[in-house]
């Protein structure tokens, strides 16, 4: 299956335990079946994909993603997403006005 970028990266990925396979952790070499439920941590979420089609070569992305049901949820909308206040690191303590925009951003964000 065609979920990461790279071969390196899904291998990466599986030894690092983000890939599961029908709930149990997958090794990089483990095979698929027709029906078999992979789910991919990347990026801070989580992919959901039902193997549909065995394909026996290596195909680019486009005909990859013909073998599979994507039932990953839906992106959350932008506004839901939180704002991280992150201030670059050396530029020393914050200002006041610097502060009082973090506090308007936390109390932002316990709000929700």
């Not at 789910?39 to 992305?61: C, N, P, Q, Y």
Request: proline share 6%; charged share 35%; glycine share 8%.
């Amino acid at each position: 299956m065609r979920l990461t970028k790279t071969r390196s990266a899904a291998g990466t990925a599986c030894r690092a335990g983000h890939v599961r396979v029908n709930g149990e952790r997958a090794k990089p070499a483990q095979t698929v079946r027709t029906g078999d439920e992979v789910r991919v941590r990347l990026d801070g979420r989580e992919r959901i994909v039902v193997v549909s089609r065995l394909i026996s070569k290596r195909v680019g992305a486009p005909v990859a993603a013909e073998c599979y049901v994507d039932n990953t949820p839906p992106e959350p909308p932008r506004e839901q997403v939180a704002v991280a206040a992150v201030r670059d690191r050396g530029t020393g303590r914050p200002t006041k006005r610097d502060r009082r925009e973090l506090e308007r951003l936390q109390g932002a964000q316990r709000a929700h």
